[in-house]
């Protein structure tokens, strides 16, 4: 009796078929929440056909204007950041209005970090990101697309 195989296989796309684009995005008066989810999203390339859970497919994304971020409420007060060094009685602790005085890209950062996967996968994924505080950036040379979160 012989066995039929399924026509149907599962699409698997090479580390050199990959085609990683460069999109900048704006977040001047974008809330912070809404815009790491859509930077998550687009960093882990499932906006494409060809995502894959176990690979890299994501584009690279670049963010101008993180110190004009917004975020709705109170959170500038009431949110905090937790930060220990290792050391007994090391933990520091900061509200948010605080951290973006010191480093404005830091709660972006974190944000979308987070929403990443956990692993050196996560870890290389996050490595696509480029967050800069002002209007200007230094990958002019890789010609980005802009791109307005809300649009695929």
């Known amino acids: ?5 399924s026509s149907q296989r599962t699409k698997y796309t090479r580390n050199e078929d990959i085609k990683k684009d460069w999109v900048l995005v704006d977040a001047q008066d974008l809330i912070l929440g809404r815009l790491a989810t859509k930077i998550a999203y687009r960093l882990l390339g499932k906006h494409k056909a060809t995502f894959s859970p176990h690979q890299d497919t994501g584009d690279n994304v670049i963010v101008v204007n993180a110190d004009k971020i917004r975020v709705t409420g109170r959170k500038l007060e009431q949110k905090e950041y937790h930060e220990h060094t290792g050391f007994p009685g090391g933990l520091n602790t900061y509200t948010l209005k605080k951290k973006m005085e010191t480093d404005p890209t830091h709660a972006l950062k974190i944000a979308v ?11 290389q994924i996050f490595g696509n990101l480029r967050v800069y505080a002002g ?7 890789q010609q980005p697309t802009v791109w307005v979160p809300g649009n695929k």
Do not use: D, Q, Y
Request: proline fraction near 9%.
């Open 113 to 123: 970090k987070r929403m990443l996967p956990k692993g050196p996968l996560g870890r």
């Open 1 to 5: 009796m012989a066995v039929t195989l």
């Open 135 to 141: 209007a200007e950036h230094n990958h002019k040379g």
